[in-house]
């Protein structure tokens, strides 16, 4: 459920790792700002599946419970 955050936020990573070997830029935080972006375009383009998952799986599990329980 969390492969679209993260493949975006290693996809990207890479890329600005990539571009920082290439261009001998060593700085730490230039690879912040555009992971939360990133990742935010990413929450807004899946979460609403997220959500829907979430929220199904623990409706499925609530109703198990009397059954796993006896």
Do not use: D
């Not at 993260?6 to 990539?18: D, R």
């Amino acid at each position: 459920m969390c492969a679209p955050v993260l493949v975006t936020a290693l996809l990207i990573g890479f890329a600005i790792s990539l571009f920082q070997s290439v261009t001998q830029i060593q700085e730490a935080t230039l690879s912040f700002v555009p992971k939360a972006v990133g990742v935010g375009a990413a929450i807004l383009l899946s979460g609403n599946w997220m959500l829907h998952e979430m929220v199904t799986y623990t409706t499925q599990l609530f109703e198990r419970i009397p059954t796993l329980l006896s």
